[in-house]
């Protein structure tokens, strides 16, 4: 079992940074592939970032490539999205994903979620 608790979402203006973070509960989170994952009102989920559980490779969606930035401490069982050059499209409830299968064109998420963190960007 996994519980994950993300913090960091808030307000922001168009051009600007927020970093989320997640925190994970469980021994087995160090071999979990990890997520990110957002919600835009009147959307479906869709994935952003996800980070290997081995050699952490990252994967990404198009629409954030080269702006985010995913990355885990597991020695703090803790994974975290840095949001550069946020957009008013950026806005959505973000989630935590755990276990899922990231890879070159594919995200499967995991059964495990977080609550969500708002992130609001404004023009």
């Known amino acids: 079992q996994v519980q994950l608790v993300e913090s960091g979402g808030g307000s922001v203006q168009a051009g600007g940074s927020l970093r989320l973070s997640c925190a994970a509960s469980?021994?087995?989170?160090?071999?979990?592939?990890m997520g990110w994952f957002r919600q835009a009102p009147g959307k479906e989920r869709e994935f952003v970032a996800g980070?290997?559980?081995?050699?952490?490779?990252?994967y990404y969606a198009d629409s954030v490539k080269g702006r985010f930035t995913i990355s885990r401490d597991n020695a703090k069982n803790t994974v975290y999205l840095q949001m550069n050059s946020l957009n008013p499209e950026d806005t959505a409830v973000y989630y935590c994903?755990?276990?899922?299968?990231?890879?070159?064109?594919?995200?499967?998420?995991?059964?495990?979620w977080g609550q969500g963190t708002q992130v609001t960007v404004s023009s």
């Open positions: 980070i290997s559980w081995s050699d952490f490779s990252t």
């Open positions: 469980g021994r087995s989170f160090s071999s979990y592939p």
């Open positions: 994903n755990a276990a899922g299968n990231y890879g070159l064109g594919y995200a499967r998420p995991g059964g495990y």
